[in-house]
């Protein structure tokens, strides 16, 4: 029986005719951003998306492709997650990841992670090596010991930069990003360095959808404070059958409107496409919570949608042999990808693949037992 099952895990996807072109879409966060930062994060949104991408165009899973683009952000101190995330009102870093599989909506969540460099790949040790499905604090950290995840010296995810930014801070006596709706814009000095939350929604040529959000939160936040970016249906969440999504934004906000189920639930049951649903849901949000936000979206039919009622969004993805991105409403920059040769082979094969509902195989493995 064991055996059966092993040989036909083999043949879940079946090749069918037309092609389902993979996209990997990503965001380094909404809010108020400096315009003069805006060259240095599009390259770190254009490098994500090629290090993802490259792994859809060799046959890897959505999964790995997310894990992989936002890994990258985490690493970039320009963007608020791993290595560039904000202080807490102590001066610690305290980090929240999530990521799903649309395909069996396995999901691994951490919260108030510390001194670990990638947050969103502990999320997904817990999705396949743990029994649960969201640990927090000091339970991400005795997690990581026991899968061998190196935990780092106190301050090593402290940038010199974040350092200065938060003394500036405190000296010009602004309140913390906590404590007020948003951004005070006085003293545009000292927010021209704001990095935002990052996330990935991918589609692979099986047709799987899988997402992926990593955060440090809110600058000043108090000691255990959890945003919305690991909450499924919140900040992250996919599902074959509908979409995925990744949110970013006023953390409290995004919360009480569970605004990533509230764009599933536009597609499923409205039958909007990815950037309808995404539309309605946001200015929905605004009107009944308030609010800043954005949020990234690909559908069931490889639609995407990106939309925002915040002041800008970094947003970027690849589908073939384009790369669009931008930040501004209204803006979008289009160039040709430079790995051509990966994505021209893809396409010339020509070969697709549906997915075989697991109950429907069961069913079937079952009846010929």
């Known amino acids: 029986m064991k055996f059966i099952f092993q040989f036909v895990s083999l043949f879940l996807f079946v090749p069918l005719g037309n092609s389902i072109e993979p996209i990997l879409l990503v965001h380094g966060g909404a809010g108020s951003i400096a315009e003069s930062t805006l060259p240095t994060r599009f390259i770190g949104v254009k490098e994500a998306i090629r290090r993802g991408y490259e792994l859809l165009i060799k046959n890897k899973s959505s999964l790995d492709a997310v894990e992989e683009a936002v890994r990258y952000l985490e690493d970039d101190p320009n963007f ?57 604090a000091n339970g991400t950290r005795k997690f990581a010991l026991e899968q061998g995840v190196e935990i780092l010296p106190p301050g090593a995810l402290i940038p010199d930069k974040t350092r200065e930014t938060n003394e500036d801070i405190e000296e010009s006596n602004i309140p913390p ?65 509908i979409a995925g999504v990744s949110a970013t934004g006023d953390g409290e906000y995004i919360l009480r409107f569970n605004l990533a189920q509230q764009i599933l639930q536009r597609i499923r049951y409205e039958g909007k496409s990815g950037q309808e649903a995404t539309e309605d849901a946001l200015n929905a949000m605004k009107e009944e919570v308030g609010g800043s936000a954005g949020a990234i ?43 051509n040769d990966g994505v021209s082979a893809l396409q010339s094969v020509g070969v697709s693949t549906a997915v075989i509902p697991f109950s429907l195989m069961y069913k079937h493995i079952c009846n010929a037992i």
């Not at 997650?81 to 396995?106: F, H, K, Q, R």
């Not at 384009?322 to 501004?328: D, E, F, P, S, V």
Request: charged fraction near 20%.
């Open 80 to 136: 608020n997650a791993g290595y560039g995330s904000v202080l807490t009102e102590e001066g610690e870093v305290e980090m929240d990841a999530a990521i799903m599989n649309g395909y069996d909506l396995s999901a691994g969540c951490v919260a108030v992670v510390k001194d670990i460099a990638h947050p969103i790949s502990l999320a997904r040790l817990v999705m396949e090596k743990s029994k649960s499905v969201f640990l927090a």
């Open 297 to 339: 979206t690909i559908d069931h039919n490889g639609e995407v949608g990106i939309f925002f009622i915040s002041n800008q969004m970094l947003w970027g993805y690849r589908q073939g042999n384009l790369i669009r991105y931008g930040a501004n409403k209204g803006q979008v920059i289009e160039e040709e990808a430079d790995d």
């Open 177 to 241: 990003r906590f404590k007020i709706p948003g951004y005070d814009t006085s003293n545009p000095s000292v927010y021209e360095y704001i990095p935002g939350t990052v996330g990935a929604v991918a589609i692979d040529i099986y047709g799987n959808i899988s997402a992926a959000t990593s955060t440090g939160g809110i600058r000043g936040k108090p000691h255990g404070r959890v945003g919305d970016s690991p909450i499924l249906g919140s900040g992250t969440i996919a599902n074959n059958r």
